[in-house]
Structure formats: structure tokens, C-alpha cells
């Protein structure tokens, strides 16, 4: 059923030995590791598997990191030997629970019966991805050309450290958060996994999956009754926007097609954001456990894993530098001096981590209200009227009727975003007295330099991607969402309007999510979203039948999703030399132009030296073609067919 292409290999696992041999290699790269960080603190066992398992798999990016630009990789196995062995010798000294502790544990159908179910939502965004039909290879699910270049770029760090662009081979990354590929690849790399469903379909459950382990962890380390416990998963899970609901209210009709931002069922859509908020929930964990057992070494490694945060996604790792910068100015008040040396080493670090790759992103710029009122332009609004209002307004300097204006979208914004989560809002006292207040200064410190940051900035490379800030908002403000509501039913309300209270979230979630999960499903039917088995054909020839450092220039004028999302580069597992355009190299802001001129003259000059010029300054090996297709020049001159099918056409460069 699934595709089993690894990359450099095939595997000769079915699908689901392939998942327990995966299972298997996490034990033995993540929580071995992890495990023997925390060997001196005295952990549930639950606590102990999920906080061994997040710290375990930050570890791994690290040592793929340091060994990658040391050009030494083949030190992973070392490192996996060493720690297996240190276990082997000190799992006898690890701290055991007490009875007291384990006692805290205490799951239930309810609460691990949402986390099943939010998983389920989550997956149907990206586990068909790869899956093989007799029409193809679905490319389905989400935003095709995204996933093509998650496995693009993990493939490419398999084979090389630092990685180029997966489209435009000899170029170094740049202005991309690859951390979460990083730790795909070594697993990869090391294990020979297979490429699309350790990603796709083995990854993806362990980190939804994670999200909510993590948000448990860390209510039972806060000793939160499961009554939070199963709010805060309900809000993680299947609480989004209520852009449907504003519509309603604008309109008189429903538009379940129309989002906001971003809701729980795309949350693995942004494979390095999920990582990342996993990262973040298991960082927060060691927070708290800083606080009550006050070992210094526990708050060094939260903060490590704050700084490492940069790697896996910079806005992510903005929110955490926010609230380390809050700590270290409570830490300076208090006078808790060793604290601060931890922060400053976290910061240097993610800006090692950050530098290398993204020295060219440029910076933000303040853009006024520009994102609400944009939003406010949604057609399905029909508020065509009031938006050209305020451009009047505007023109003559009115005032009192723009901050009106502005005022208004702005709320039809927050609103539609955040949805049932702005209950958040409403804390008392003795809720936030439930939280240690370094995890209330940190948490909410991020929480509203985020949301600044998210609603009144753009960058100068990207534009409007610091939407991104918002979704943090929107998942991390789960927690106080869940605060503000158990605290609410726990002594103000009677058991039958909890009942009640708990239907209308519940059915106010429920019609867009479904809409979301339907619309996935839908996408295994999309055509357009096959790779057809003759392509394939021919990319398992390029694969089989071509050295491994060949260069692989695709013919732009085929029009093949490639030019859109590069796939050629893992499916063939060779490197390309212009594929990707317009949702990779423009989204990275590489200067392609020159590239384009040199694939651009290859395939359209008839002068023959002019495009063997090109074809010398491109350095590349094969030309895949479709068979319509063919050069300007005549067949046989500067290349020889080598490989045809009734699609697809494979063309060696002569350079003799």
C-alpha cells in the first residue's frame, strides 16, 4: 500500500515491521539518551518515558549538528554505542518512583481517548503522503509541494552536511529552520529507515502523539486534576478558530471553508512548528521541575533546549527567547546570579544555531493594522463597503472613524483566530496562583510579544509569514485556556451546566474540524496530485542506473509540479539543478535568476555552442524530458537518449 522508497535504497520490510523496527531505533537514539540525563531525578514513569524520549531526540539534532560540520558523521555510531553501553552499566542507578509519585498517574479512557482521537484529526492532514495506487504516488494531503520539499530536504541531509537547496544544487540552505529534517535524517541516515513513511507516517504519530503526552506530563507535574488535564488536551486538539461562526453573524450564512490562521487538524502540516511545540511543552516540564526540586542542572538543560528551539523554528524559538529574556530579569532581581550564566549560554547557542542559515532573512518592520484589515477583505465577509469606507476615512483624515474601523476588524480578527481559546482571558487569581510564577512569567511573556509581534509586524523576506507568532498564541494559549475553564466549573457551577458548558465548546469545534479532516480525505482523489508510475519509472531508473553525484536538470517547459515543489530530488535520490521555484527558492529568497537564464537557454537556444556553453557552466549529468519535449539542437550532438518510456525521456550530456 505505501511507498517504500528510502532514498539511497529500497527496504525489503513491509510497512509495518519497518514501523517497529522505527520504534526500536527511537529507543535506542532518544530515550536511552534522554534517560540518562535524568537518571538523578526521581520521575513517574510516564514523566520519565515522555521528557526522555523530547530531550533525547533535541540531543540527537545535536550531535548530527556537531559531527555534520566537523565532517565526521560516522561518529553517530559512537555516540549511540556509548550511550547504550552507559545504560546498560547505570539503568540499575536510575531513580525509581516512588510509590507516592507513581500514584499521580492515573490515565483514564477519557483522557487518552481525546489524545487518540485528536491524533486521528491530525494525521488525516498528512499520512496519506506516499501512498502508492495503481495510478501512482499520491502527493496528497495538506500542501503537496510543502511535503515534497520536507522529504526533499531530508533526503538531502542524508547525504550531505550542511545541505544545499534541494532545488538548487551547490547552493547552501538559507533562510529555512531544518532541525526537525535534521533528526528524520540521521534516523534515516543511520538506520536506513525509509524515507517517506518514516516521515510521513512513523514521525507524524510520534509527534502528535507527544504533543499531548508532553501537555499531560506537564499538568501532572503542576498537579493538575484530570478536569484540566482534559481541557487543556480538548483545546490542543480540537479547538480552533470560529471564523465560521463571525461569518454567520456577518452574513447569515455558514462558510465552513473559510479559516483563520491555522486550526489543530493542520497542526502537522508545519512539520518543524509541531516539533517545536513538543520541544517547548518538555522544556516547560524541566521548568517546573527546576522549580520544585531546585537542581541547577535542570534548569540548564531547559534553557539548552530553549536555545536549540531556534533550529527546529525560529518563531518558536522567539517565543522562548521572550521568556528567558522575562527570567533572566527575575533572576537578576532576585539575585539568583547562577541562573543567568544557563540564559546567556541558551541565547549564544541559538545564535550559532541560527547565523549559518539564515543571516540573509532580514529582520521584521512595523505594518499598523494591515493583517486584521486584510482579513477583513475575505469575500465571504461582504464587507466590501466598509473596507472602502475606511480608505475614505483615511484620505480625509478622519480620525475617531479609522480607530472605529480599525477597531472592528481587529475584533472580527481575534475573534474568528482565537476562537473559544479567548477564554483564556478571563484568569482569577487563585488559577494563576496553581502555576509557579517563573512558568507564568515565561508562558506569558511569549504569549503577548508573540501576539504584538504576530498582529502589527511583517518581515522584510517572507512578508506576512509572522502569522506563525499568532499560531504559537493560538496552541500555547491552550494551557490558560484550560486554566480559566477548569477553574470556572470547578466550584462556580453545577454539574449539569458543566455538562452544558462542555457540549457548546464542544459543538462549536466540532464543524470546522470535521470540514478539515473531510477535505484531507478528499485530497487522496485529486488526479493532479499522482505521480504517475511512468514518471516513477524513469526517476527508479535515474536511481538505478546513474552514478550517485549526478546532476539532474528537469525540463522546466513539461510544467511538472517539480518547477512547484521539488520531489525529483528524493524520488530519484539525485541532486537537481533547477527545480522548486516557486514554493522553494522564492520562499527561501535565493537568487536564482542566473540558474534561470543558463536552464532557460539550454532548452530554448538554437545556437549549438551557445548551449553547450550552458550546458558547461551547469555541470549537469541527465536531462529528464517528457517525450513531447525535445532540445532546440538535434538529437545525438551534445546528448544521447538513454532511457524512454510513452511519458518520459532521459538525455546524457556529452561533454566529449
Given at each position: 500500500?505505501y511507498?517504500?522508497?528510502?532514498?539511497?535504497?529500497?527496504?525489503?520490510?513491509p510497512?509495518?515491521?519497518?514501523?517497529?523496527y522505527?520504534?526500536?531505533?527511537?529507543?535506542?537514539?532518544?530515550?536511552?539518551?534522554?534517560s540518562l540525563?535524568?537518571?538523578?531525578i526521581?520521575?513517574?514513569?510516564?514523566?520519565?518515558?515522555v521528557?526522555?524520549?523530547?530531550?533525547?531526540?533535541?540531543?540527537?539534532?545535536?550531535?548530527?549538528?556537531?559531527?555534520?560540520?566537523?565532517?565526521?558523521r560516522?561518529?553517530?555510531?559512537?555516540?549511540?554505542l556509548?550511550?547504550?553501553?552507559?545504560?546498560?552499566f547505570?539503568?540499575?542507578?536510575?531513580?525509581?518512583?516512588?510509590?507516592?509519585?507513581?500514584?499521580?498517574?492515573?490515565?483514564?479512557?477519557?483522557?487518552?481517548?481525546?489524545?487518540?482521537?485528536?491524533v486521528?484529526?491530525?494525521?488525516?492532514?498528512?499520512?496519506?503522503?506516499?501512498?502508492?495506487?495503481?495510478a501512482?504516488?499520491?502527493?496528497?494531503?495538506?500542501?503537496?509541494?510543502?511535503?515534497?520539499?520536507?522529504?526533499?530536504l531530508?533526503?538531502?541531509?542524508?547525504?550531505r552536511f550542511?545541505?544545499?537547496?534541494?532545488?538548487?544544487?551547490g547552493?547552501?540552505i538559507?533562510n529555512?529552520?531544518y532541525?526537525?529534517?535534521?533528526?528524520?535524517?540521521?534516523?534515516?541516515?543511520?538506520?536506513?529507515?525509509?524515507?517517506?513513511?518514516?516521515?510521513?507516517?512513523?514521525?507524524?504519530i510520534?509527534?502528535?502523539a507527544?504533543?499531548g503526552?508532553?501537555?499531560?506530563?506537564?499538568?501532572e507535574?503542576?498537579?493538575?486534576?484530570?478536569?484540566?488535564?482534559?481541557?487543556?488536551l480538548?483545546?490542543?486538539?480540537?479547538?480552533?478558530?470560529?471564523?465560521?461562526?463571525t461569518?454567520?453573524?456577518?452574513?447569515?450564512?455558514?462558510?465552513?471553508s473559510?479559516?483563520?490562521?491555522?486550526?489543530?487538524?493542520?497542526?502537522?502540516?508545519?512539520?518543524p512548528?509541531?516539533?517545536?511545540?513538543?520541544?517547548?511543552?518538555a522544556a516547560?516540564?524541566?521548568?517546573?521541575?527546576?522549580?520544585?526540586?531546585?537542581?541547577l542542572?535542570?534548569?540548564?538543560?531547559?534553557?539548552?533546549m530553549?536555545?536549540?528551539?531556534?533550529?527546529?523554528?525560529?518563531y518558536?524559538?522567539?517565543?522562548?527567547?521572550?521568556g528567558?529574556?522575562?527570567?533572566?530579569?527575575?533572576?537578576?532581581?532576585?539575585?539568583?546570579y547562577?541562573?543567568?550564566?544557563?540564559?546567556?549560554i541558551?541565547?549564544l547557542?541559538?545564535?550559532?544555531?541560527?547565523?549559518?542559515?539564515?543571516s540573509?532573512?532580514?529582520?521584521?518592520?512595523?505594518s499598523?493594522?494591515w493583517?486584521?484589515?486584510?482579513?477583513?477583505?475575505?469575500?465571504?465577509?461582504?464587507?466590501?463597503?466598509?473596507i472602502?469606507?475606511?480608505?475614505?476615512?483615511?484620505q480625509?483624515?478622519?480620525?475617531?472613524?479609522?480607530?472605529?474601523?480599525?477597531?472592528?476588524?481587529?475584533?472580527?480578527?481575534?475573534i474568528?483566530?482565537?476562537?473559544?481559546?479567548?477564554?483564556?482571558i478571563?484568569?482569577?487569581?487563585?488559577s494563576l496562583?496553581?502555576?509557579p510564577?517563573?512558568l507564568?512569567?515565561?508562558l506569558?511573556?511569549?504569549l503577548?510579544?508573540?501576539?504584538?509581534?504576530?498582529?502589527?509586524?511583517?518581515?522584510?523576506n517572507?512578508?506576512?509569514?509572522t502569522?506563525?507568532f499568532?499560531?504559537?498564541?493560538?496552541?500555547i494559549?491552550?494551557?490558560?485556556?484550560?486554566?480559566?475553564?477548569?477553574?470556572?466549573?470547578?466550584?462556580?457551577?453545577?454539574?449539569?451546566?458543566?455538562?452544558?458548558?462542555?457540549?457548546?465548546?464542544?459543538?462549536?469545534?466540532?464543524p470546522?474540524?470535521?470540514?478539515?479532516?473531510q477535505q484531507?480525505?478528499?485530497?487522496l482523489?485529486?488526479?493532479?496530485?499522482?505521480?504517475?508510475n511512468?514518471?516513477?519509472?524513469a526517476?527508479?531508473?535515474?536511481?538505478?542506473n546513474?552514478?550517485?553525484?549526478?546532476?539532474?536538470?528537469?525540463?522546466p517547459?513539461?510544467?511538472?509540479?517539480?518547477?512547484?515543489?521539488?520531489?525529483?530530488?528524493?524520488?530519484?535520490?539525485?541532486?537537481?539543478?533547477?527545480?522548486?521555484v516557486?514554493?522553494?527558492?522564492?520562499?527561501h529568497?535565493?537568487q536564482?535568476?542566473?540558474?534561470?537564464?543558463?536552464?532557460?537557454?539550454?532548452?530554448?537556444?538554437?545556437?549549438?555552442?551557445?548551449?553547450?556553453?550552458?550546458?558547461?557552466?551547469?555541470?549537469?549529468?541527465?536531462?529528464?524530458?517528457t517525450t513531447?519535449?525535445?532540445?532546440?539542437?538535434?538529437d545525438?550532438?551534445?546528448?544521447?537518449?538513454i532511457?524512454?518510456?510513452?511519458?518520459?525521456?532521459?538525455?546524457?550530456?556529452?561533454?566529449?
Open positions: 500500500m511507498d517504500k522508497y528510502m532514498g539511497s535504497e529500497i527496504t525489503s520490510l510497512f509495518w515491521l519497518n514501523f517497529l522505527f520504534i526500536i531505533t527511537v529507543f535506542l537514539t532518544f530515550y536511552i539518551p534522554g540525563i535524568l537518571r538523578n526521581q520521575l513517574a514513569k510516564l514523566h520519565r518515558i521528557l526522555s524520549v523530547i530531550i533525547g531526540m533535541v540531543m540527537w539534532g545535536i550531535q548530527g549538528y556537531f559531527f555534520g560540520y566537523a565532517g565526521m560516522f561518529l553517530s555510531y559512537i555516540y549511540l556509548t550511550f547504550f553501553f552507559l545504560w546498560l547505570k539503568r540499575k542507578h536510575i531513580i525509581k518512583p516512588t510509590k507516592q509519585s507513581s500514584q499521580k498517574i492515573s490515565p483514564d479512557f477519557i483522557t487518552f481517548g481525546i489524545i487518540l482521537i485528536g486521528l484529526i491530525q494525521l488525516s492532514g498528512v499520512w496519506f503522503m506516499g501512498v502508492r495506487t495503481p501512482g504516488l499520491i502527493m496528497c494531503c495538506g500542501h503537496p509541494p510543502d511535503n515534497n520539499l520536507n522529504l526533499s531530508t533526503n538531502e541531509i542524508i547525504h550542511p545541505p544545499n537547496e534541494p532545488g538548487m544544487f547552493h547552501p538559507q529555512y529552520h532541525w526537525s529534517h535534521f533528526v528524520f535524517a540521521e534516523l534515516i541516515r543511520v538506520f536506513h529507515l525509509p524515507l517517506i513513511a518514516t516521515v510521513y507516517q512513523y514521525m507524524t510520534l509527534v502528535s507527544g504533543l503526552l508532553t501537555a499531560i506530563v506537564l499538568s507535574l503542576l498537579s493538575m486534576k484530570k478536569r484540566f488535564i482534559r481541557w487543556f480538548f483545546f490542543l486538539y480540537f479547538s480552533g478558530e470560529l471564523t465560521y461562526i461569518i454567520f453573524f456577518v452574513t447569515g450564512k455558514f462558510h465552513l473559510v479559516g483563520s490562521v491555522e486550526n489543530s487538524a493542520q497542526f502537522l502540516m508545519n512539520y512548528r509541531a516539533m517545536a511545540i513538543v520541544t517547548l511543552f516547560c516540564s524541566l521548568l517546573v521541575l527546576w522549580k520544585q526540586k531546585r537542581q542542572s535542570l534548569f540548564i538543560l531547559f534553557c539548552f530553549c536555545g536549540t528551539l531556534i533550529g527546529f523554528k525560529i518558536v524559538g522567539i517565543f522562548a527567547f521572550c528567558l529574556g522575562a527570567l533572566f530579569a527575575l533572576c537578576f532581581f532576585k539575585r539568583h547562577a541562573c543567568l550564566i544557563p540564559i546567556i541558551a541565547v547557542w541559538g545564535i550559532i544555531i541560527y547565523i549559518p542559515v539564515n540573509q532573512a532580514g529582520g521584521l518592520f512595523f499598523g493594522f493583517r486584521s484589515d486584510d482579513f477583513a477583505q475575505i469575500p465571504q465577509y461582504h464587507l466590501g463597503s466598509a472602502m469606507a475606511l480608505e475614505v476615512y483615511k480625509h483624515d478622519n480620525l475617531l472613524r479609522i480607530i472605529e474601523y480599525h477597531t472592528l476588524f481587529f475584533l472580527l480578527f481575534i474568528s483566530t482565537f476562537g473559544l481559546k479567548l477564554v483564556g478571563l484568569q482569577y487569581r487563585r496562583s496553581k502555576v510564577p517563573e507564568n512569567l515565561f506569558g511573556t511569549g503577548i510579544t508573540n501576539f504584538l509581534l504576530g498582529m502589527f509586524t511583517m518581515q522584510h517572507g512578508g506576512a509569514n502569522f506563525n499568532l499560531v504559537n498564541v493560538q496552541i494559549g491552550s494551557f490558560y485556556a484550560a486554566l480559566a475553564v477548569s477553574e470556572l466549573l470547578e466550584k462556580n457551577v453545577h454539574k449539569r451546566a458543566e455538562y452544558l458548558i462542555t457540549c457548546f465548546f464542544v459543538l462549536l469545534s466540532i470546522r474540524l470535521v470540514y478539515m479532516v484531507n480525505v478528499q485530497q482523489g485529486i488526479s493532479t496530485s499522482v505521480i504517475s511512468k514518471e516513477i519509472a526517476l527508479d531508473y535515474i536511481r538505478l546513474t552514478p550517485e553525484n549526478s546532476v539532474i536538470l528537469v525540463d517547459r513539461a510544467q511538472l509540479t517539480d518547477y512547484d515543489g521539488v520531489y525529483v530530488a528524493y524520488l530519484a535520490d539525485r541532486p537537481t539543478y533547477f527545480s522548486g516557486l514554493n522553494e527558492l522564492k520562499s529568497g535565493i536564482y535568476y542566473g540558474r534561470e537564464r543558463i536552464v532557460n537557454a539550454i532548452f530554448s537556444d538554437t545556437n549549438i555552442q551557445k548551449v553547450r556553453e550552458n550546458l558547461t557552466k551547469s555541470k549537469v549529468n541527465y536531462l529528464l524530458l513531447p519535449m525535445n532540445l532546440s539542437i538535434p545525438g550532438i551534445l546528448t544521447h537518449e532511457y524512454r518510456n510513452s511519458d518520459f525521456k532521459l538525455l546524457q550530456v556529452n561533454y566529449h
